[in-house]
């Protein structure tokens, strides 16, 4: 082949290598990656990826170990059914602590789901616990903004946070933010190694907060809309899970509009992940936040019920309290709770009927609370308009053992619904005349104060008191009347017994606030006692519970439990005791057991005569030993009774949320003391009331009950005669305790007449006696003792002649003296008109 035949390259190659470097052909250089540079490069990467990834794996080896060590079986153990009982065991009741109900996934409707994962997971079935492509779309959206806007925890993710409580775990490390995050995805990854989506989806809807106390989806539904979950609408689903990234602050019963927000972006997320339309979104976002209604008939939506719980919770710890399947026993007497509830009930009913209420009653707000609902469905009305606040009258009942403190009955308002604040444990209103037994009971712990002890009635000036003003005269409000009249002077006990405000105040006067306010605080009661002459009456603002336990002391001879209690025993799902009470715990005392027993004889005298003997005379009191004491605060605007048995101290208020007037004469007796006959009737069978005993210091002191000082032989009363008919001398005295150290040495100054003649008189008026047979010169029979000042007699008095003799006196029909008639002769100097000549004499054969 010819030259010009031979490829130019195939010629070059033919030359030797000297010619073709010669010839200006440049020689050709390595590729990059067989230069040194490269491979030290390469070498110093490789080697640093290694370093890094070891550094990593040294890092994350420890995180993932902590995450191997958390039980997978924890996951199913949600909470389950808390069994309460009452004090006799029977079962009243289960609760969920945390307000919960499981229910399975396929009781949930599917727009919820779709809702739920478009809000909070929408790769949620193809990931394995962790979105890794939602946490860089997370990073890269926070970096652009500068601040940390955007999550990217799956539901597995949550589930495992809030099943193993992630957020309080501790790391060690300083940065324990992330390091948790980590430790958070491990364990996701574990969850979903051991579970089906299924089973991940139906544990995330049982665990998930959604606000308002409601756990899990069943919780939330019946209490944002009265309705089981399966039950949901497209907007009630969307409402729901637009809450669940801020419980708090997004609920639809306070942040109606928040709610409505986030609802609204729910529909912006589902329409992006295809499950509704573009149309479908706007329309559905244009519509009102769906009306909540929380009205469900549900035992748990009860004040005694909610109290239970939250103790429990705060016996047991809020992270032990979710597992449930507690057996929680109370002090609750289940019959006698239902018996109190429906007492308030019909007995409120009935005051609204009376043409003296005029305030809103329980049915006008019913049909007011029916009407808002129907106007917000209809559109006649914005959705986010605030419900109506009820404003009928309210009431609250505690009742207790005196024993121990524990509570038999609870009722802390009329409807739980309408109202959740348990006006039982924490309203605080004034005690008006109900808090007067402490004075009493204050004075008589000093020797020179007693019950026959005298004190001024008469009226005071109201500047001395200061309630409603600062002129005029104080009213006398407590005495339960209309009217009342002054008596000049009256005894401690039918001050009490009548509730004298004028009097009580003038002896609060002497004693001072200092030792009122040392006895109550000894009682119980922690609130404070303020330092004017107003709280001798009840003016300071005291709780329910604080007066039922300081009350106690007088049915305890001075002392009282500790503490009320709800909650008596707790065991575990395996029966193993976590909490009880301490049994028979030392009592706290309260006042000496002398003044406790004085001012407890005045309440049963105010209970059968004075301000309560309504009780007895139209409610149906039973006859048996009762004491108790009203209270009517100034302008009738807050009612008080309290009052016990031997057993059981039971305290009932009625008035208004908002303070007002209920109406001009609406004492305690009238309100609420029917409130509490019903419920005293109720305990006597399984509370037997005894008599409670004086003690055993102190003497014994005929008193007479007219005229409230010493008896006297004189001190009888003329009653009708049922029996025989006319009239008979009745004694009329009763037995008063009076310390060693009281000297009471007054005697009655109101029946007189002769301690014989009233013997006589006593023993004809039971026809053992006529007066011809009387031995005693008639002379003597209108003549006034002379009474002796003080004790005659030192040491043993065989004899009696210190303590009187029981006689009887006759009297007129006006309560007066019979002046007995006596025979006399009449001296005169006048001869006889009647002459009579002498017999003859007679002759003797």
């Known amino acids: 082949m010819s030259d010009p035949d031979i490829n130019p390259i195939a010629k070059n190659m033919q030359k030797n290598p000297a010619q073709r470097s010669k010839g200006g052909n440049a020689r050709r250089k390595p590729p990059f990656y067989r230069r040194w540079w490269f491979a030290t490069l390469f070498i110093v990467v490789l080697l640093g990826s290694v370093a890094t990834l070891a550094v990593v794996l040294a890092f994350l080896k420890p995180l993932q170990e902590q995450a191997e060590q958390f039980d997978m079986s924890a996951l199913q153990k949600i909470e389950k059914a808390s069994l309460i009982f009452d004090r006799r065991g029977d079962d009243i009741g289960r609760i969920y602590v945390l307000n919960r109900t499981p229910i399975k996934v396929e009781q949930v409707p599917m727009h919820f789901i779709q809702a739920l994962t478009s809000e909070e997971d929408s790769r949620f079935f193809q990931h394995g616990g962790v979105d890794f492509t939602g946490v860089i779309r997370a990073v890269w959206l926070n970096y652009k903004v500068g601040s940390e806007t955007q999550g990217a925890s799956t539901i597995t993710q949550q589930l495992a946070r809030e099943a ?135 035992a748990r939506l009860s004040y005694v019920y909610e109290e239970i719980r939250q103790q429990a919770v705060n016996i047991i710890g809020e992270e032990d309290a ?59 009305i914005p959705a986010d308009s605030p419900k109506p606040k009820p404003s009928y009258i309210q009431g ?63 009226p005071i000036d109201n500047r001395r008191v200061m309630i409603g003003g600062l002129t005029g005269i104080l009213g006398e409000w407590g005495t339960e009347q209309d009217v009342t009249r002054y008596e000049n002077s009256i005894t401690a006990r039918e001050a009490l017994t009548q509730s004298r405000n004028a009097a009580t105040v003038r002896l609060g006067e002497k004693l001072t606030l200092a030792p009122v306010k040392a006895l109550v605080a000894k009682a119980g ?49 395996e029966g193993k005791v976590i909490y009880q009470v301490k049994e028979e715990e030392a009592m706290d005392s309260v006042m000496d057991e002398t003044a406790a027993y004085q001012t407890h004889t005045c309440l049963i005298d105010a209970l059968k005569r004075g301000t309560g003997h309504l009780a007895y005379e139209e409610y149906g009191l039973k006859n048996l030993p009762f004491a108790g004491k009203t209270g009517t605060h100034y302008e009738f605007k807050d009612l008080w009774f309290f009052g016990y048995s031997s057993a059981v101290t039971c305290g009932v208020w009625g008035g208004f949320d908002q303070q007002k007037t209920i109406y001009t004469g609406a004492y305690s007796n009238r309100i609420v003391l029917p409130i509490w006959t019903d419920v005293m009737n109720a305990t006597v069978k399984e509370y037997a009331p005894e008599e409670i005993q004086p003690p055993q210091e102190g003497r ?146």
């Not at 005690?431 to 008589?444: E, M, N, S």
Request: aromatic share 8%.
């Open 164 to 298: 193993f409580k992630l957020k309080e775990l501790e790391t060690g490390d300083k940065k324990s933010r992330y390091t948790r995050k980590i430790v958070e995805w491990f364990v996701a990854e574990r969850v979903e190694r051991h579970l089906t989506k299924s089973e991940i989806l139906e544990l995330y809807l049982n665990r998930i907060y959604f606000g308002g106390g409601f756990y899990g989806v069943q919780a939330a539904s019946q209490g944002y809309f009265g309705k089981d979950a399966q039950e949901l609408t497209i907007e009630e689903s969307a409402t729901l899970c637009g809450l669940i990234k801020s419980p708090n602050n997004l609920q639809p019963l306070r942040h109606p509009d928040r709610a409505k927000k986030a609802r609204n972006h729910v529909y912006d997320r589902m329409k992006n992940e295809g499950y509704i339309t573009k149309d479908e979104m706007e329309e559905l976002s244009l519509r009102p936040p769906v009306p909540t209604s929380p009205r469900i008939a549900d």
């Open 322 to 380: 979710q597992l449930g399947g507690f057996n929680i026993y109370t002090t609750i007497d289940g019959k006698l709770q239902k018996t109190a509830e429906k007492a308030m009930s019909d007995r409120f009913e009935a005051l609204e009927k009376s043409k003296d209420y005029t305030h809103q009653t329980f049915q006008q707000y019913r049909a007011l609370v029916e009407d808002f609902r129907h106007k917000v469905i209809s559109k006649a």
């Open 396 to 458: 609250a009942i505690l009742a207790l053992d005196n024993r121990d403190g524990g509570v038999l009955a609870m009722v802390g308002g009329r409807d739980y619904l309408d109202s959740m604040f348990n006006r039982a444990v924490q309203s605080k209103r004034p005690a008006g005349t109900a808090f007067l037994p402490f004075v009493y009971a204050a004075a008589f712990q000093k020797p020179e104060y007693y019950p026959p002890v005298l004190l001024e009635d008469g």
């Open 525 to 573: 009661i922690k609130s404070v006692i303020r330092d004017f002459p107003s709280s001798f009456l009840g003016a300071s603002e005291v709780k329910l519970d604080e007066m039922c336990l300081a009350y106690s002391a007088f049915a305890n001879k001075g002392k009282r439990p500790k503490q009320l209690s709800l909650i008596h025993r707790i065991t575990n799902h």
């Open 700 to 845: 014994l002191v005929e008193v007479c009950q007219k005229s409230g000082k010493k008896a006297t032989d004189a001190c009888y009363e003329k009653v009708p005669d049922t029996v025989n008919g006319g009239f008979k001398a009745v004694r009329s005295t009763y037995k008063e305790l009076l310390r060693e150290a009281s000297n009471y040495d007054v005697y009655c100054d109101v029946h007189r007449g002769s301690d014989a003649a009233s013997f006589l008189a006593s023993l004809r008026a039971t026809d053992t006696l006529s007066p011809a047979q009387s031995p005693v010169n008639p002379m003597l029979a209108n003549i006034i003792p002379v009474r002796m000042k003080g004790v005659t007699v030192l040491g043993n008095d065989p004899y009696n002649t210190v303590q009187p003799i029981i006689r009887a006196e006759p009297v007129n029909e006006d309560g007066s003296v019979i002046q007995r008639a006596v025979s006399v002769e009449e001296q005169s100097d006048k001869q006889s008109p009647i002459k009579l000549a002498p017999p003859p004499p007679l002759k003797l054969e």
